[in-house]
Nanobody
Framework: QVQLVESGGGLVQPGGSLRLSCVVS????????MGWYRQAPGKQRELVAS???????NYADSVKGRFTISRDNAKNTMFLQMNSLKPEDTAVYYC??????????????WGQGTQVTVSS
């Protein structure tokens, strides 16, 4: 019943920006922790950015200073703002969210993935 719906991917030139969104569809109480992952062809999926329930945020060295993770609990949505994009950022991006049901039980889901292509 609960699923994550991603959007915002696309084709962008080097140096450009994209904003990815991940909406938690279904009845939940709130988002607790979240993370953005990416996987390029022939490469292992890697953690790009994460935010824990206590507010701590961590970024991969390759994106630090360029990407920003955030969320809007009122809309059950998380975001990844990507600036100064490079060709090596090309990958399928996945969101992963740990959330709390209104019953207070915890659960987590993966998004379906959205393609980001950085090319001139």
């Amino acid at each position: 019943q609960v699923q994550l719906v991603e959007s915002g991917g696309g084709l962008v030139q080097p140096g450009g920006s994209l904003r990815l969104s991940c909406v938690v569809s279904g009845s939940i109480f709130r988002i607790n922790s979240m993370g953005w992952y990416r996987q390029a062809p022939g490469k292992q999926r890697e953690l790009v950015a994460s935010a824990s329930s206590d507010g701590s945020i961590n970024y991969a060295d390759s994106v630090k200073g360029r990407f920003t993770i955030s969320r809007d609990n009122a809309k059950n949505t998380m975001f990844l703002q990507m600036n100064s994009l490079k060709p090596e950022d090309t990958a399928v991006y996945y969101c992963n969210v740990e959330f709390q049901y209104r019953s207070l039980r915890y659960d987590r889901r993966w998004g379906q993935g959205t393609q980001v292509t950085v090319s001139s």
